[in-house]
């Protein structure tokens, strides 16, 4: 063997080595979750029973922070700025796609920055409102938007979230244009919505089954074609002929790009267990929410989750008149 082949044999076995070193090792200390919404909305709630659920097949804690604000776009960066040594990782769902089409100086690129691990859950939305919403049924709610929508408040989560995207599709459904108020997380946005301060909030279901069925609010429709496991006597909207929004939500989990491969596959099986754990499910599904099989919960899946979302939604976005920031 001459002498540069031989010296690229031992440079690449010291890689490797190095790499199965670095790869036995971890995880040796505490990981970081960013949910990059604010505590108490959806994505905290799922990001903390798969941060509960990962520590345990990990053995290390995982430590779940809330870095909200400018749609996500934030705790975003920082996951995409983190060491990339599988202790940072990011749960983040659709606004990891439309904040592409949002942001004109977007500080990372979603897929250029970040290296998929795998998808975690899939949900539905629902239009909940404050107690007082002066309808008593779907089709009262559908005239009176129809009548007064300037006037009432729509709150989301930022452009591009879930909340968000699905009070446009409402809106271009119902051609109506509403009063946006926008929040770091439907979290903050439901306490408004519970005060009163706030009229009308699409959301997924993880955070808006439990007051609704407290009588804290009111939900007038699933946000689809199908009724809600969770609250099977609401209708689907399309019950009351509307069409054009129906909507589904899927979250992800991301580490930043350079994560060498044999960490990245580590927290794949991690995920893959979890999604399989029975508590997790039963969990999620007490929520509405589903699981994903762990066939989903594979790097490949996410990717090409994301780059059909990166493909319709943002333009969506822009069709509906949402000027990037
Ligand atoms: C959204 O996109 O509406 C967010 O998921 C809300 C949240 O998680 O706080």
Request: aromatic share 4%.
């Amino acid at each position: 063997m001459n002498a540069f082949l031989r010296r690229t044999f031992v440079a690449v076995s010291l890689a490797l080595a190095g790499l199965h070193a670095v790869a036995q090792d971890f995880p040796n200390r505490t990981l970081t979750m960013m949910m990059p919404y604010a505590p108490g909305g959806p994505g905290d709630t799922i990001t903390r029973v798969f941060a509960g659920a990962m520590q345990k097949q990990l053995g290390q804690q995982i430590v779940v922070e809330n870095t909200a604000g400018a749609s996500g776009t934030i705790g975003t960066a920082k996951v995409a700025r983190s060491k990339p040594d599988g202790y940072s990782l990011l749960m983040i769902h659709v606004s990891h796609a439309t904040n592409q089409a949002m942001f004109k100086n977007l500080p990372y690129h979603p897929v250029d920055d970040f290296e998929p691990i795998g998808r975690a859950t899939s949900g539905p939305m629902v239009i909940v409102t404050r107690n007082d919403f002066p309808a008593k049924d779907l089709n009262e709610f559908v005239s009176y938007v129809k009548a007064n929508g300037p006037k009432i408040s729509l709150a989301h989560a930022g452009v591009g979230s879930a909340s968000h995207l699905c009070g446009l599709m409402m809106q271009s459904a119902l051609n109506v244009q509403m009063n946006d108020i926008p929040y770091k997380g439907t979290g903050p946005a439901l306490t408004d919505l519970m005060g009163g301060q706030v009229d009308v909030l699409c959301d997924q279901t993880s955070g808006t089954v439990p007051p609704v069925k407290a009588g804290k609010i009111k939900a007038y429709a699933a946000a689809g074609k199908s009724r809600l496991s969770g609250l099977p006597d609401v209708p689907a909207i399309s019950e009351a002929g509307v069409q054009g929004l129906d909507i589904n939500i899927s979250f992800g989990l991301y580490a930043p790009k350079g994560t060498p491969k044999p960490v990245l596959d580590q927290l794949t099986a991690a995920l893959q267990k979890s999604v399989s754990d029975p508590e997790v499910r039963q969990r999620l599904e007490a929520m509405g929410i589903s699981a994903v099989t762990p066939d989903q919960a594979r790097p490949e899946a996410l990717r090409a989750h994301l780059k059909n979302e990166m493909d319709t939604l943002g333009n969506l976005l822009i069709k509906a008149g949402v000027k990037p920031n």
